[in-house]
């Protein structure tokens, strides 16, 4: 081995810290009969190899052999380590763009293949199964595929066998290989329920439906006591609960299916309940609920389920049911769920009412509690019954829900208390009762909700005006403040004086002219921020408000119609018609395209609400429009509750374009 170390000029290669002239030394640590030098070695060689980063450096060609002979080698202590590091480099140089990879790792892992792939038979059950994840992951050829299926066959470990399972299903995913289609789909009527179960994960990339046609054979493996297997396994990193999580992420997009599989789980939390039941009478009570992991997966998955499609009804009344579970956390998810349900959780009302008042903590951290979930959930049903705690709540020191708006990833399915303005904004109705607690409130992080909400509200929130005119001098919160004071129309005519010292803000521009405190003053500012400058969306939407008093900008706003920025497009062009009468349907119809395959983008949602307003649609747009309303999954940008509330509104604009 030390003639492979010899033989290359280490000063003239790079790893990620430097030149590679302390690589070779620390090679050779590696391999030291001393437990603790070895582990240092290899952690110094992984920060220099791999780290944090996807490069593949000259120095890892260079060193790529040495290591798979370490791997291989039984004297070597932490071997593990090793081919964990071998593992991430062959599966960087695989992912990472081809600038990023030194092209010398190619021919050096063609010369290293043999040995890498002698790991899958490799003494040790856990090395064989690391050695999976680098076969699969890393070394995309025809001898790997062999190599797997050569284990299959041969292999008596079960955790091992299901990992073969799963490696050869993602080796198929890159090769195509007919043989390792046909191991697969023999495995689909195995005896072994948890090879059934792998072989469903691992046909699951290249046919989708696969999960669907064989909902049996999961609830059954999933059910199994054999599930406990997926506790070792290398591919599933963690307790069987993660493969229960993983096995209805494969349903996602069949709530029927899905729906068979968690009414299996509530069924058999039911049997082991009353199992419980029975022993608490001569034992005492436990000091933990059963399968509160199992119950906290079949929810989540309720969670994914319900925001990716509308038509789920039949999971509704299981989520209600979490409302009385012992467990705080399983209660706040529920709640919150039904929260983001709406209207729909209507017939839940009584119960959520009973929960309002429930105080167990869900968030320690944010001081979030289940209670909070139910009020959030009765005021997305405009229900009375919110106003209590919403008015304990703004008028205690605890608030109950955020004063920032969080935006999720569209496939993050994550449950957590919105904003109070969110809250508040729709229930303008109440807002009698709300007002008075909402002034009350002082603190400076309430400031932006305070505004957004009197911006909506309107001049129903006029007591609001000598809080909202004292944040014009906040240049931070000037923006909101200004669209604030401008909603409260006429009546917020005496804002006049703060609102002409700040017109180098758009939006006060707007409320000098919204208000009538100086009308002029306000058309001519605005004009200008949009003719002279590079105004952005917001200042085209408020220019649009002007109609017809905004003739002067008319060539201004044309040119903004053809600008590279989507959303100042959109804008330009509802600007447009409000200034012109001018129906710029085509240019919108255009940036609604995303909905017609099943996408959405936040310019297709505003696009689409501005031709709502606008009317008169083409064939193409309603077509478009009839698209959304049909389609049975929700449209939307984010994850979260706002998966539920901007399907919501996409579907009523898109309804108001069929009208």
């Not at 599966?91 to 763009?97: K, L, V």
């Not at 909202?468 to 909603?487: F, H, M, Q, S, Y």
């Not at 240019?587 to 310019?603: I, R, V």
């Amino acid at each position: 081995m030390g003639d492979i170390l010899d033989s290359v000029d280490w000063p003239k290669l790079r790893h990620l810290n430097s030149n590679a002239s302390d690589l070779p030394d620390l090679l050779r640590a590696c391999a030291s009969p001393n437990p603790d030098i070895a582990a240092s070695a290899i952690g110094k060689v992984h920060d220099r190899l791999h780290y944090e980063g996807w490069e593949v450096t000259s120095a890892a060609p260079a060193a790529l052999q040495w290591l798979a002979d370490l791997a291989t080698s039984s004297t070597t202590r932490h071997r593990r380590r090793v081919v964990e590091l071998l593992e991430l480099q062959a599966r960087a140089a695989m992912e990472s763009p081809a600038a990023m990879v030194d092209e010398g790792w190619w021919p050096a892992l063609d010369a290293a293949r043999p040995t890498l792939l002698r790991l899958l038979d490799d003494w040790d059950p856990v090395m064989r199964r690391k050695a999976t994840l680098l076969v699969a992951d890393g070394i995309h050829h025809p001898e790997a595929i062999a190599a797997l299926r050569h284990r299959l066959a041969v292999e008596n470990d079960r955790v091992t066998k299901a990992d073969v399972v799963l490696a050869l299903g993602a080796a198929y995913t890159w090769s195509g290989d007919e043989g390792a289609h046909a191991d697969l789909v023999a495995l689909l009527a195995d005896e072994d329920l948890q090879y059934r179960l792998a072989a469903v994960h691992a046909l699951a990339a290249t046919d989708p439906s696969i999960a669907s046609t064989h909902i049996e054979s999961l609830v059954k493996a999933l059910m199994d006591a054999g599930v406990a297997l997926w506790a070792l396994s290398e591919w599933i990193d963690g307790e069987p609960v993660v493969m229960i999580k993983e096995t209805h992420r494969l349903l996602a997009n069949d709530p029927a299916a899905a729906h068979v599989l968690k009414s299996a789980f509530d069924r058999r939390d039911a049997r082991r309940a009353e199992d419980f039941a029975r022993a608490q009478e001569v034992a005492g009570p436990p000091e933990t609920a059963p399968d509160v992991a199992a119950r906290t997966a079949t929810l989540t998955n309720a969670v994914r389920l319900l925001s990716q499609w509308r038509e789920a009804d039949a999971v509704v009344p299981l989520v209600a049911d979490q409302l009385d579970d012992e467990d705080p956390a399983i209660r706040y998810r529920a709640a919150a769920l039904l929260a983001c349900l709406g209207p729909t959780a209507a017939p839940y009302t009584d119960r959520l009412l009973a929960l309002a008042t429930d105080p167990a903590p869900y968030d320690s951290w944010k001081g979030i509690t289940v209670g909070d979930a139910a009020v959030w959930a009765l005021a997305r049903q405009d229900h009375p019954g919110c106003l209590p705690g919403l008015r304990e709540r703004l008028s205690g020191d605890r608030l109950g829900f955020d004063v920032t708006h969080l935006y999720f990833s569209r496939d993050m399915h994550r449950l957590a208390q919105p904003a109070i303005s969110d809250v508040l904004i729709p229930l303008r109705r109440h807002a009698d009762v709300l007002l008075g607690p909402l002034l009350a409130r002082q603190d400076r992080p309430f400031a932006s909700q305070l505004c957004e909400v009197v911006a909506v509200w309107g001049p129903i929130a006029i007591a609001a005006l000598p809080a909202i005119v004292d944040l014009l001098a906040d240049t931070k919160l000037r923006p909101l403040a200004a669209k604030a004071v401008g909603a409260l129309g006429p009546d917020a005519a005496t804002a006049a004086d703060a609102l002409r010292a700040n017109t180098s803000e758009p939006a006060a521009a707007w409320a000098l002219w919204r208000t009538g405190a100086d009308a002029d003053l306000g058309i001519a500012e605005l004009t200008r921020h949009v003719v002279d400058g590079t105004p952005s969306s917001r200042t085209i939407a408020l220019l649009a408000d002007l109609g017809p008093a905004a003739a002067g900008s008319v060539d201004a706003v044309l040119g903004l119609t053809e600008s590279t920025d989507a959303l100042i497009r959109i804008e330009a062009a509802h600007a447009l018609w409000r200034i012109t009468g001018e129906r710029p349907v085509a240019l919108l119809t255009d940036l609604m395209e995303p909905f017609a395959q099943g996408k959405c983008s936040p310019a297709s949602m505003v696009a689409l609400r501005r031709l709502a307003d606008i009317g008169a649609p083409d064939a193409r747009a309603r077509g478009i429009a009839r698209t959304i309303v049909d389609s049975p999954k929700r449209c939307g940008c984010h994850g979260g509750w706002r998966a539920f509330t901007e399907d919501e509104a996409v579907r009523s604009s898109a309804a108001t374009l069929l009208d």
